[in-house]
Nanobody, 114 residues
């Protein structure tokens, strides 16, 4: 079993920063681990992923502003979000890929005001 618990969402002004965290429980190997987001009326989209070896992948819309990193010892992945824009407003979901299936967190809301 793998369960994901997200935290760190909130309300910020444009240009501000937030750090999201996602802690995974369970002993199953997870690779990659990442963040997705979904705005109201929009499809869920990939934000960033990270492998246990340190490789990262970012959506073009967040490159240079967001940073994803993992603490493998703590089974936790983080998303540092800087220079936030109103269009970043969405529910952010943690995702963990096991060998056989993906596991999703319940989501944490990020709201960026103008």
């Amino acid at each position: 079993q793998v369960q994901l618990v997200e935290s760190g969402g909130g309300l910020v002004q444009a240009g501000g920063s937030l750090r999201l965290s996602c802690a995974a429980s369970g002993s199953i190997f997870i690779n990659p681990m990442g963040w997705y987001r979904q705005a109201p009326g929009k499809q869920r989209e990939l934000v960033a992923t990270a492998t246990s070896g340190g490789s990262t992948n970012y959506a073009d819309s967040v490159k240079g502003r967001f940073t994803i990193f993992r603490d493998n010892a703590k089974n936790t992945v983080y998303l540092q979000m800087n220079s936030l824009k109103p269009e970043d407003t969405a529910v952010y979901y943690c995702n963990a890929a096991t060998r056989d299936y993906d596991v999703w967190g319940k989501g944490t809301l990020v709201t960026v005001s103008s």
